[in-house]
């Protein structure tokens, strides 16, 4: 079965960014759209940006104009480059195709924002 393993987060302050990873254990972002999603202590799991085989991105308003999602298919690795990170960004962070019905979710990775 098809794993996905995110990877890149951790603590940085206002302000900061950080990159996350994602990577499959098999070849299948290439007919696939994949997208970010990200789960707040206490809230629902919610979508932060997708990204379709044709490069064609959306993202959320919220984190718009900060954050922006790539893909490399090649590689298998979908990527979400976090620039001007805010408190309000804190979550774990996953990955998934849109919508995330095709492959069970990965554990995820932890972001952190500190003020």
């Known amino acids: 079965q098809v794993q996905l393993v995110e990877s890149g987060g951790g603590l940085v302050q206002a302000g900061g960014s950080l990159r996350l990873s994602c990577a499959a254990s098999?070849?299948?972002?290439?007919?696939?759209?994949m997208a970010w999603f990200r789960q707040a202590p206490g809230k629902q799991r919610e979508l932060v940006a997708w990204?379709?085989?044709?490069?064609?991105?959306y993202s959320t308003d919220s984190v718009k104009g900060r954050f922006t999602i790539s893909r490399d298919n090649a590689k298998n690795t979908v990527y979400l480059q976090m620039d001007s990170l805010k408190p309000e960004d804190t979550a774990v962070y996953y990955c998934?195709?849109?919508?995330?019905?095709?492959?069970?979710w990965g554990q995820g990775t932890q972001v952190t924002v500190s003020a």
């Open positions: 998934n195709t849109f919508p995330p019905t095709k492959f069970p």
């Open positions: 990204i379709a085989p044709s490069s064609t991105t």
């Open positions: 098999g070849s299948i972002y290439s007919n696939d759209i």
